[in-house]
């Protein structure tokens, strides 16, 4: 066998035994308790804290290898475990420990003439295959909104972290052992090779839902290779538009707020859109602020004509998205360019519109078609936790099932529950 069919007959058997332990696991935990689902979720937080040295020694071979590969300094920060970033995993699991079990909920009980009831019953995906960027957090948020919502999961990290995720891969198994649950309730890969993924895309007897969170490079070969239904979560090529209605004072807080909140995230402002009746009020104090900030600029000729250090924009810039400290900037003609604009060039992430006119601000929610439309807010927004979902898995752009933020709710679907009474057809 050559190296290549040997690695991959290796990728399909690692694969495999992956699939088959999640699905075995999401029998037990379709139905368990939420006191043990909580359990499992209290035991984590408890050893994050106890672990703390352990966790941040792996991640710190992590960053030493991201820093000598030259990774870029908004993905070493999304890879960093900071006593905050520690803190806020703590507080997510106490959270989603707290919070309602979604699990065998009913919902629409409707009497029909014959007597008999309909209704449907919240019901977990099954088993849930996440395959997502170098940004360790996520592997406990994966892991507790999965677990919580009754899912079984695989987890497949960025390769960057590596580390990080197999030491948190120990705090989970120790917290589903602590509560009696089953250890393959929640795996996570043990290998970086990325001919796994191109295994578990295709697992359809074990796997119900692959959710990828990644860019153009992953969702092509998803594209191409997944047999397993995708709840894609892909870039976030997102915009503001700065309307002539706009309050300038609050327009500049927002547009600033969505570009430098993070670069390295997708819900980042990549596009600012500005009505040309007030570009030359709004602009030139805005790009002041950004290029001081270490933001570079670049504009239409329009924008350009107002800001002396603007690069000329190319469409490869309406087209990208930077994750790094660039900013594209338009100016419209109306609303209605902006909004031709967004449809043409956005990933259907997450876009805002900045007017003080109601009937505007209405129209721009109602006729954007993105996962999530704002008034009046930065992009940045664009979280579970800011949304009240207690966490979230990422950002779904897809249109079914689930889009946007997706929390306890979107990890589930229903089953129709009939009751009678001996009722017979016909
Ligand atoms: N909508 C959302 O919720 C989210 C969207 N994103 C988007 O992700 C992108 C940035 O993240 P980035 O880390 O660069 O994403 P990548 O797409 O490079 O990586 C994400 C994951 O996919 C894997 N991957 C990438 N390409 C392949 C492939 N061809 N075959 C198998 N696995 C692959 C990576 O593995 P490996 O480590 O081997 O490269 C990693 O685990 C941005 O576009 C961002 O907007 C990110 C997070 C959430
Ligand atoms: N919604 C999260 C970011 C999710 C996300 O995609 O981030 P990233 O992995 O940096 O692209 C937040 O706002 O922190």
């Known amino acids: 066998m050559s ?21 075995q696991a999401s029998r037990i935990l379709m139905s368990a308790p939420d006191a043990l689902k909580s359990r499992a979720l209290l035991a984590m937080a408890d050893l994050i804290q106890e672990n703390r040295e352990a966790l941040q020694a792996a991640n710190a071979k992590d960053l030493e290898a991201a820093r000598n590969n030259g990774l870029d300094s908004a993905l070493v920060e999304r890879l960093k475990l900071s006593d905050k970033a520690l803190e806020t995993m703590m507080a997510g699991l106490r959270q989603i420990a707290a919070m309602p079990d979604p699990v065998g909920s009913q919902s629409g009980s409707t009497l029909r003439p014959n007597g008999m009831r309909v209704g449907q019953m919240r019901v977990p995906l099954g088993v849930i295959g996440i395959i997502y960027e170098s940004r360790p957090n996520v592997t406990i948020d994966a892991a507790a909104l999965c677990l919580k919502s009754g899912n079984a999961a695989i987890l497949r990290g960025g390769s960057e972290a590596f580390h990080s995720n197999q030491a948190l891969a120990q705090v989970i198994q120790a917290g589903l052992e602590a509560a009696g649950l089953p250890s393959h309730a929640i795996q996570v890969a043990g290998t970086t090779d990325r001919a796994l993924v191109g295994e578990l895309v295709t697992l359809t007897d074990y796997i119900d839902v692959i959710i990828p969170r990644g860019g153009k490079n992953l969702i092509a070969r998803l594209a191409a290779e997944a047999k397993v239904p995708l709840l894609k979560h892909l870039d976030g090529n997102c915009h503001v538009y700065v309307d002539e209605f706009a309050d300038l004072d609050k327009a500049n807080n927002i547009a600033f707020n969505a570009k430098t909140y993070r670069y390295g ?28 900030h270490g ?64 009937a505007k601000a209405t129209r721009f929610q109602r006729e954007v078609d993105s996962s999530s439309v704002y008034i009046n807010l930065p992009t940045c927004f664009a979280d579970g936790f800011e949304y009240g979902l207690g966490a979230e898995i990422g950002i779904s752009t897809n249109r079914l099932h689930a889009r946007g933020p997706v929390g306890l709710e979107g990890l589930t679907t229903y089953k129709w529950v009939l009751t009678g009474d001996g009722q017979l057809r016909g």
């Open 265 to 292: 995230i997708c819900g980042t402002m990549e596009t600012l859109l500005v009505h040309q009746n007030i570009a030359a009020a709004f602009l030139p104090a805005l790009a002041q602020r950004l290029i001081a």
């Open 3 to 23: 190296t290549a069919a040997s690695a991959n007959s290796t990728a399909a058997e690692a694969a495999l035994k992956l699939g088959r332990q999640a699905r």
């Open 295 to 358: 933001v570079e600029l670049r504009g239409c000729e329009r924008a350009q004509a107002l800001v002396a250090d603007m690069k000329p924009a190319t469409e490869a810039d309406w087209e990208t998205e930077y994750l790094a400290p660039i900013l594209a900037v338009r100016i419209v003609d109306d609303m209605d360019s902006a909004i031709e604009h967004i449809h043409r060039w956005s990933s259907g992430h997450t876009e805002s519109i900045v007017t003080e006119n109601l």
